[in-house]
């Protein structure tokens, strides 16, 4: 039997310099002491130039008064307000012109991305057009073109377009505001009621599927709850709204629900532009699961509508969600450029305004750099969660 | 019994009939495109509605009711009238050079020649740059690599020399005075120049194994790639002063440009990292098996296949810097956006159709650029093509 020898490391054939791991190490020693190094000299040298221009730092000028006003908030904001609430305006502003794009920006892009692969020429080349003009032109420059351009450009305060109580003028689109009474909170409750219910009627349906392989009209039965419900608790609990309609006084429309023309011009251009993507990510999604999925799922009888809902579109929208989360992260950041033409969302009034009057630039513009941060980061990590569900399981 | 002795079989194939009358020429494509089913139909009307109501709009606007000779914006203010294109050709220098001076030596030759050879600085630029990129776009021109070398590494060197001046006896041009769509041009090149090397490093920095290296840029590439281009060109203009040391100005033409650069290439890396993985494992083991080291197992190997894996990708980036070169019109730069947007204020032209025909101009211009680049990029991508599509 053989005597196993202990197992020895054969002498170096070469200097130790070549050892890959030495090696690494060494790099990474050098890659460090230069960014370190970097960043010790920024510092040095930001901070002799502060002290040389006798710029105070710190993050102080938060509770003082701002002193400029905000054509556009969604919280209560004047002159004496503080900055930390101008940032808040700001953020809020950001927030609810990226929710307003979003939304409208998704149905918009379904929609055209799914003309352009609709087997009707006329439309899918209308749908073409659409998207190769308005994807290949700047953003700034559409907003620039809505802005001055069309909304600017709109007729004066007397010659208002009027349609259904609305008035359109330069100073903004000017719509009737639902006014509710105190029992309307009844159809609120009603409504989120038909909604839990619709989704236990779902799992109902869906576990009775399994065990039976009876049908049950899922979607019919939900819009049904829907409207039923609320409409009963509008009924009982004789809740009435009233409309506060715009109405001109003086030089300008008082009263109703007033949209400045930075918000409609951004608003616009932002869904305008990034539907195209959208539209580009769905047409992609779709023909990326392949024809025989569709052949295969009509061979096990299923009804069109079965199809695309069981097999076509879980596979589509696994391609199509990435895509599409981060072009959600696109419009966010892309509300920015309204600082270009005055809609008072984050960089406008924070980097810009408060920025001119507080001078601290570092703090102001790291502090707008990690609201964007911290939205991209949160959603790239809903983003990770949700891929990893729906990732294909391979053998 | 023998074929020929039965009369009743036939010894040749008939002709095929030809296919019925309803599914070829123009009313097959109809019936099969625009009116398969009762829907299709109606979407049909639908899109015929909208293109009979908007072309003739759009052809009134653009051209039949344009004004395409005037001296000054006397036409254009007649209600009714479309396009003022006369103001584009009036205004069409400053668009396109900016307040480059002009040489004052050829201003008695006639009509387009004084504009040509007064700004002889940039159009040599332009024709150079012309010269270099066509034969690098087109597949078969052999010399790719010495080709690729001029256009990036030579062309940026001597548009820099030619239009800064100051050497060889030109007229220096602080960058203050450049503008239009040379800044534009400038600004992109430059931005893909810089963007695709940085990219690339990047990329392989994250697929490193050595933890600080891809710590490093993970977080350099993660940055970037969350905030908006216009706070990071704030961010150039405000900041790099500030960062630099005492004494030391930073041009604000290069300010921008770095903050072009560093952003772009955070999204460049991202694109080649998904080349990089998108190699299969075997092609990395063969290039170490061979006794390559790191580089060249990168250079020799791993790169060439995959950046053109991903050459639509980096098409796609080029494209959507472009597009974004318009945002440095925010923190002043002249750019044609700008020099548009300062256009309309032009008291020699007003009219109600000033701005939005100045606007429709810019347009054309990025969507031609931009649309041709999409293009070629499918092009490519079809020459690479090798599945089987359905």
């Not at chain 1, 199509?320 to 981060?326: D, F, H, R």
């Not at chain 1, 450029?337 to 810009?352: H, T």
């Not at chain 2, 007649?78 to 003022?84: N, R």
Request: with cysteine; glycine share 8%; hydrophobic share 55%.
């Amino acid at each position: 039997m053989a005597v196993q020898t202990p197992l020895t490391r054969p002498p170096r054939a070469t200097s130790w310099l070549n050892d890959p791991v030495i090696r690494g190490w060494i790099y990474q020693v050098v890659v460090a002491v230069v960014i370190i190094a970097f960043i010790a000299f920024i510092a040095h040298n930001t901070a002799t130039n502060l002290a040389q221009q006798n710029k105070s730092t710190g993050f102080d000028f938060f509770f003082q008064t701002s002193g400029f006003d905000i054509l556009f908030s969604l919280i209560p904001y004047g002159r004496g307000s503080y900055y930390w609430e101008a940032f808040i305006v700001g953020l809020l502003n950001t927030l609810l012109v990226s929710a307003i794009g979003i939304v409208f920006a998704t149905m918009l892009g379904f929609t055209i991305g799914i003309a352009r692969l609709s087997g009707n020429w006329i439309i899918s080349r209308l749908a073409t057009v659409y998207i190769e003009t308005l994807r290949n032109i700047p953003l700034l420059l559409q907003l620039f073109f809505w802005y001055f351009a069309v909304l600017k450009a709109m007729p004066g305060v007397k010659n208002s377009i009027v349609f259904l109580d609305s008035a359109l003028n330069q100073r903004g689109l000017f719509t009737p505001k639902p006014i509710f009474d105190d029992r309307f909170i009844y159809v609120v409750i009603a409504f989120v009621a038909a909604v839990v219910t619709g989704l236990f009627v779902r799992a109902w349906a869906r576990r009775r599927l399994e065990a039976t392989g009876a049908r049950f009209p899922v979607f019919l039965s939900f819009v049904a709850l829907i409207i039923v419900l609320p409409g009963l608790a509008w009924l009982v609990s004789g809740t009435h709204v009233e409309f506060d309609v715009p109405v001109i006084k003086g030089f300008n429309y008082s009263g109703g629900l007033a949209l400045p023309p930075e918000f409609l011009a951004l608003a616009l251009g932002l869904i305008l532009y990034t539907a195209t993507f959208i539209a580009e990510i769905v047409r992609a999604g779709v023909q990326s699961v392949s024809y025989g999925q569709t052949e295969a799922a009509q061979a096990l009888g299923l009804k069109e509508g079965d199809r695309l809902r069981l097999v076509i579109i879980p596979q589509a929208m696994r391609v199509i969600v990435p895509p599409l989360t981060s072009q959600y992260l696109n419009l966010t950041k892309n509300s920015s450029l309204a600082v270009a033409i005055g809609y008072p969302e984050l960089v406008s009034v924070f980097m810009g305004t408060t920025l001119n009057q507080t001078g601290r630039a570092i703090e102001v513009v790291f502090i707008t750099m990690l609201v964007y941060l911290v939205i991209s980061l949160t959603t790239s990590l809903i983003m990770n969660w949700y891929n990893a569900r729906v990732a294909l399981v391979e053998r | 019994m023998s074929v020929d002795t039965v009369s009743y079989v036939r010894t040749e194939l008939s002709e095929p009939l030809p296919p019925p009358r309803s599914s070829t020429g123009v009313i097959g494509w109809m019936r099969k495109n625009l009116f398969a089913s009762v829907t299709d139909t109606i979407l049909t009307l639908v899109g015929l509605v909208i293109v009979v109501w908007a072309a003739p709009q759009l052809y009134s606007f653009l051209i039949g009711h344009a004004v395409w000779v005037a001296e000054d914006g006397e036409a254009c203010r007649v209600p009714g009238t479309g396009a003022c294109w006369a103001y584009v050709w009036d205004r069409a220098d400053f668009f396109v050079y900016g307040f480059y001076p002009v040489d004052k030596r050829f201003a008695d030759w006639p009509g387009v020649l004084s504009t040509v050879l007064g700004y002889w600085r940039i159009n040599l630029v332009f024709l150079v740059g012309l010269v270099l990129l066509v034969p690098l776009l087109m597949p078969k021109v052999p010399y790719k690599l010495i080709n690729a070398l001029l256009f990036f590494v030579v062309f940026p060197v001597l548009v820099y020399f030619l239009l800064n001046g100051g050497v060889f006896g030109l007229e220096a041009v602080p960058t203050e005075k450049w503008g239009g769509l040379t800044v534009t041009l400038i600004i992109g090149l430059v931005g893909i120049v810089t963007s695709l090397p940085l990219g690339i490093l990047l990329a392989l920095g994250r697929q490193s194994k050595l933890p600080i290296i891809k710590i490093a840029c993970v977080m350099f590439i993660e940055l970037w790639r969350s905030v908006p281009l216009i706070t990071v060109l704030f961010m150039a203009s405000i900041m790099l002063p500030l960062f630099a040391p005492e004494g030391v100005t930073v041009d604000k033409l290069l300010r921008a440009l770095i903050g072009v650069a560093l952003f772009n290439s955070a999204y460049m890396a991202e694109v080649v990292r998904g080349g990089l993985q998108a190699m299969p494992r075997g092609q990395y083991e063969a290039a170490a098996a061979l006794g390559l080291n790191y580089w060249k197992r990168m250079i020799l190997i791993i790169l060439p296949q995959a950046l053109k894996y991903v050459i639509p990708g980096i098409v796609n980036t080029f494209i959507s810097l472009f597009k974004d070169t318009s945002l440095v019109s925010i923190v002043g730069i002249f750019d044609i956006l700008k020099t548009v947007q300062s256009s309309t204020a032009d008291l020699n032209w007003t009219s109600p159709t000033q701005a939005i025909t100045g606007y429709i101009f810019c347009a054309a211009v990025f969507w031609v650029f931009c649309f041709s680049m999409s293009r070629y990029s499918r092009s490519m991508e079809r020459r690479l093509e090798t599945g089987h599509k359905r």
